[in-house]
């Protein structure tokens, strides 16, 4: 499937598909939409091997948003069962904790995995700044925590919750860590409106009473998308969103999605078409394909058993 394989495309490739598509059809549309001169697109038609990082990653979003999202609509939805006994299989546990914690700090900032399992044993590398430390050990420990909490009955996922996971995550790094923000809140490079400052704290709480309890993969894409859309904090709102999402795929007993840096640009793509028109099937799909790969590439599980569809 070309939605879903997008990452072996040559970026030569990408550029041409791009090209082809209806909505866009010349170099000028696309220089505007990736950020880049016409002349630029010109000599990546040639030779990509010059392409950066920073572009390389807005020509997979513009590519899994033009040509990957339609062929999402009418795959199947299946969730895939959590291990059994999952909650007390400590191995277990700590192998799916650093694989989330990792792939979710990755999808936002540059960390090398070597580096992110040394501070994860308490060894500090030499060349990491106190900051990238910090980014390591809130998202690593908020993560287990997590997963230590949520198979007590009285774990809940509330307002005071989602202000905790934040203060975990972002202690040292924000000075208003666990705090809402009091400013408008822009997401770089999408057409979503997030929630005024004003009315951050009653959009939570009807967010809280809207999804709690939820137990199907829809729903939970849904929350996702809604909760990113109020975007309550400062900084640190996708940590904090993925974290949400990965406790409720284990509180309704389901294998949650490894979301990273190999496979950001069609989360954000589903995402954003998720906010934007309301259809959440695309990121449904997106995070059951993860979820999936997750079983059987790390945790070495079967793809084909205990699979529920929706």
């Not at 549309?29 to 990509?48: A, E, F, P, Q």
């Not at 033009?66 to 007390?88: C, K, M, R, T, Y």
């Not at 936002?108 to 994860?120: A, H, L, R, T, W």
Request: glycine fraction near 6%; proline fraction near 4%; hydrophobic fraction near 40%.
């Amino acid at each position: 499937m070309i939605d879903m394989a997008y990452q072996d495309i040559s970026y030569k490739d990408k550029i041409e598909i791009l090209l082809e598509h209806p909505s866009i059809k010349t170099s000028v549309k696309l220089s505007h939409m990736i950020g880049v001169s016409r002349n630029t697109i010109m000599v990546w038609r040639d030779d990509d091997s010059s392409i950066n990082t920073e572009n390389r990653d807005s020509i997979d979003f513009w590519f899994c948003k033009v040509i990957g999202l339609d062929s999402l609509n009418g795959v199947d939805i299946e969730s895939i069962a959590l291990p059994e006994n999952f909650f007390f299989e400590p191995n277990l546990k700590d192998v799916l904790a650093r694989r989330l914690s990792f792939g979710s700090l990755e999808v936002e900032v540059s960390v090398d995995e070597s580096k992110f399992k040394q501070v994860i044993d308490n060894i500090i590398p030499n060349d990491m700044n106190t900051q990238a430390v910090l980014e390591v050990v809130g998202v690593a420990n908020a993560t287990r925590r997590m997963m230590d909490a949520i198979s007590e009955d009285s774990f809940i996922i509330d307002s005071r919750q989602l202000r905790d996971w934040h203060y975990n995550l972002m202690q040292g790094i924000r000075r208003d860590a666990g705090q809402y923000s009091t400013n408008i809140r822009i997401i770089p490079d999408a057409e979503v409106a997030t929630t005024e400052p004003d009315d951050i704290e009653a959009e939570i709480e009807y967010w809280v009473s809207k999804y709690r309890g939820i137990e199907s993969v829809m729903d939970i894409a849904k929350a996702h998308a809604h909760f990113e859309s109020i975007h309550p904090f400062g900084d640190g709102n996708g940590r904090v969103g993925r974290l949400i999402m990965t406790a409720q795929y284990l509180q309704a007993g389901l294998m949650p999605p490894e979301i990273n840096g190999y496979n950001k640009a069609m989360y954000y793509a589903t995402l954003e078409h998720a906010q934007i028109s309301g259809n959440v099937k695309p990121l449904a799909v997106f995070l059951c394909e993860q979820s999936k790969k997750l079983s059987e590439s790390h945790l070495n599980k079967p793809s084909g058993t205990q699979v529920f569809k929706e």
